[in-house]
C-alpha cells in the first residue's frame, strides 16, 4: 500500500470526479466506502492522502 497524496483537503464535489460519481452520492456513501471525512466547520472535506489510499486499495 503506498501512502501517496497529500495532506490537501478536497472538496466533495473533488472527490467525485476522482471516484466518477456525483457529490451527492459522495456524501451519502463516504462512510459506507470507509473514507474518513475531516469537519471545517458545518463542512465536509477529505484529505487527498485518504483518497489516494482509498483508490489504490480498491482499483489496482
Same mark, same amino acid.
Given at each position: ?9 478536497? +472538496?466533495?464535489?473533488?472527490? $467525485? ?5 456525483? $457529490?451527492? +452520492? ?26 489516494? +489510499? ?7
Amino acid at each position: 500500500m503506498t501512502q501517496g497524496g497529500s495532506s490537501r483537503l478536497l +472538496t466533495p464535489e473533488e472527490v $467525485a470526479k476522482w471516484l466518477r460519481v456525483s $457529490a451527492t +452520492t459522495v456524501r451519502n456513501k463516504y462512510r459506507v466506502w470507509g473514507l474518513k471525512p475531516q469537519k471545517v466547520g458545518r463542512l465536509l472535506r477529505f484529505r487527498e492522502r485518504d483518497i489516494v +489510499t482509498y483508490l489504490d486499495e480498491h482499483y489496482e
